[in-house]
């Protein structure tokens, strides 16, 4: 069975800067993308930052300049570290990988149980 878990959240005061960090286990043959998405209370879940494995990156506008994500393929490891952050950036953050694994035809998506993140004086 597949597993992503993540780790590094927490509170942090604004300007202040976290890392989460996640790991697939289970039985992978192949990881495509990897990215980190976060939901707020009341909003839809969106894409924070998405590395594919030939190191493509995407990260969404608000995100631009303050996010850096980053990728261990060996170790089937994604992280994303946060800096710069306020108030807005407050959510629940979640792991996903496009991932190809025993009992599976083909890629298919896996979620982490997610971690929150609250920024806040």
């Known amino acids: 069975q597949v597993q992503l878990v993540e780790s590094g959240g927490g509170l942090v005061q604004p300007g202040g800067s976290l890392r989460l960090s996640c790991t697939a286990s289970g039985t992978i043959f192949d990881i495509n993308a990897m990215g980190w998405y976060r939901q707020a209370p009341g909003k839809r879940r969106g894409m924070v930052a998405i590395i594919t494995n030939n190191g493509t990156i995407n990260y969404a506008d608000t995100v631009m300049g303050r996010f850096t994500i980053s990728r261990e393929n060996r170790k089937r490891t994604v992280h994303l570290q946060m800096n710069s952050l306020n108030p807005v950036d407050t959510a629940a953050y979640y792991c996903?990988?496009?991932?190809?694994?025993?009992?599976?035809?083909?890629?298919?998506?896996?979620w982490g149980q997610g971690t929150q993140v609250t920024v806040s004086s």
């Open positions: 996903n990988a496009t991932l190809w694994s025993r009992g599976s035809r083909t890629y298919a998506d896996c």
